[in-house]
């Protein structure tokens, strides 16, 4: 099983600034990996896929970026809706898994 | 409009068995596209159960595997998970989604609470 970690657990950023999220896998995931966001009581939300390709509809300001074990999701200008749980998954082969998240909230 | 609407009892008593559906609208199961269900217990990160496609391939978590069984009804356009002897820690927020080889979950349900509890 390929074991998600990501950092830091909590990021506590201010409005209107930039956010940046680790993700790192116990092993080479290639670039099958993507982003979601979950906020309270809601079903996670499809950022990003292929490490740094955006899901349909997400704002410029998401991007995402690395390879094979490191891989980072920025948020360029934190807007008030982006407050939220983040996780990033591995999709490399058929026992997908999840990291244990990253809850950005308001500094 | 791809939706995705899970529904079943919210309570099940320890070592029953858990049955929930997933009912599909805006696009054909049959087809195709794998469809999954993912968990998540209160306050806590997301676990994949497993997923099937149209034709009733199945894969399977493997820490799940000996109690789970997802199946698909392309007449009804939904599919279905059962999870045997559960237990407390099966308490979880299940979803139903979509995914295709290659790619991750882009549609998701809006989830449904079971808590086993007697």
């Known amino acids: 099983e390929i074991v998600m970690t990501q950092s830091p657990a909590t990021l506590s950023v201010s409005p209107g600034e930039r956010a940046t999220l680790s993700c790192r896998a116990s092993?080479?995931?290639?670039?099958?990996l993507a982003w979601y966001q979950q906020k309270p009581g809601q079903a996670p939300r499809l950022l990003i896929y292929g490490a740094s390709t955006r899901a349909t509809g997400i704002p410029a300001r998401f991007s995402g970026s690395g390879s094979g074990t490191e891989f980072t999701l920025t948020i360029s200008s934190l807007q008030s809706e982006d407050f939220a749980v983040y996780y990033c998954?591995?999709?490399?082969?058929?026992?997908?898994?999840f990291g244990p998240g990253t809850k950005v909230d308001i500094k | 409009q791809v939706q995705l609407q899970e529904s079943g009892p919210g309570l099940v008593k320890p070592s029953e068995t858990l049955s929930l559906t997933c009912a599909v609208s805006?696009?054909?199961?049959?087809?195709?596209?794998?469809w999954g269900w993912i968990r998540q217990p209160p306050g806590k990160g997301l676990e994949w159960i497993g997923s099937?496609?149209?034709?009733?391939?199945?894969y399977y978590n493997p820490s799940l595997k000996s109690r789970v069984t997802i199946s698909v009804d392309t007449s009804k356009n939904q599919f279905s998970l059962k999870l045997s002897s559960v237990t407390a820690a099966d308490t979880a927020v299940y979803y139903c989604?979509?995914?295709?080889?290659?790619?991750?979950?882009?549609?998701w349900g809006q989830g449904t609470l079971v808590t086993v509890s007697s």
């Open positions: 989604a979509r995914l295709w080889i290659g790619k991750p979950f882009d549609y």
């Open positions: 998954q591995q999709y490399n082969n058929w026992l997908f898994t």
């Open positions: 805006g696009y054909s199961i049959s087809s195709g596209y794998y």
């Open positions: 099937i496609y149209h034709s009733g391939s199945t």
């Open positions: 092993q080479s995931v290639s670039s099958n």
